[in-house]
């Protein structure tokens, strides 16, 4: 039989244990899976254009920056795999992101842009004067893209492809690089926000967002964060305080 002890709230160090009382050592709870989302830089398209799958568009020199600098504050987290949609702006985000830990980044198709259909390459200005832009702003559950996808499809899959990331490495921190929509509608989708209020979200380009996904439940530890990541290397690894009795609203 397991007895589950905590520690009192003001305890600041504080890994709860399962105490047995048949005698035996007592078993910490695992660590969760990190998962580190990064939106990929600027290029020269962000802003004024809606890019989605375009091919062709590299980082700007600014983008370049904001990459390097993503890939150093990243750069003393322990990272196990670097994923990226498989567009150019994302893949050479994560390429230098994944040369600090001598990686190699892999193709996830699943986290790619949205498929914005006839709105591909379009100028935003223009695009805000239709009346699908206003449904997709509203009511975005209920908004497909002009001969592309829906907003629902999107999070459908980027949501698959990151719980298939979850599975394939318990317990590590793994970087995704991704686009602002995809990683609003998994940040919704984990923290339990409806999808019709995702675009109250904010993920800038070369910002960090974190997930802890835990044997019950989700916790989001960083959101479109553009500073310090310290932390997340000094707690790489440890268990999480209440993981093992963490509920899915914890």
């Not at 709860?16 to 830089?41: F, S």
């Amino acid at each position: 039989m397991l007895r589950m002890s905590r520690q009192a709230p003001d305890d600041a160090s504080p890994v709860p244990l399962a105490e047995r009382d048949d005698g035996r050592e007592p078993v910490p709870p695992r660590p969760p899976t990190r998962l580190v989302l990064v939106r990929h830089a600027v290029t020269a398209h962000t802003g004024p254009r809606l890019s989605g799958r375009l091919p062709g568009i590299d980082l700007s020199d600014e983008g370049v920056r904001q990459a390097e600098a993503v890939a150093q504050r990243l750069a003393d987290v322990p990272v196990v795999a670097v994923y990226a949609s498989p567009i150019e702006r994302t893949t050479q985000t994560a390429l230098r992101i994944a040369a600090r830990h001598g990686l190699t980044p892999r193709a996830l198709p699943g986290v790619t842009e949205a498929d914005y259909g006839e709105w591909t390459g379009g100028e935003i200005a223009e695009l805000a004067k239709t009346d699908e832009w206003g449904v997709v702003q509203r009511s975005p559950s209920r908004a497909r893209f002009p001969g592309g996808e829906s907003i629902r499809e999107m999070q459908a899959r980027t949501v698959a492809a990151l719980e298939q990331v979850v599975s394939d490495h318990p317990h590590a921190n793994v970087v995704v690089v991704s686009h602002a929509d995809p990683i609003k509608s998994a940040i919704a989708h984990f923290t339990g926000v409806h999808l019709d209020l995702f675009q109250r979200i904010h993920v800038s380009p070369a910002s960090v967002t974190v997930l802890e996904i835990h044997t019950q439940g989700c916790a989001l530890v960083k959101c479109n964060d553009t500073g310090s990541l310290d932390e997340l290397g000094a707690k790489a690894g440890a268990p999480v305080p209440g993981d093992s009795e963490r509920s899915t609203d914890g």
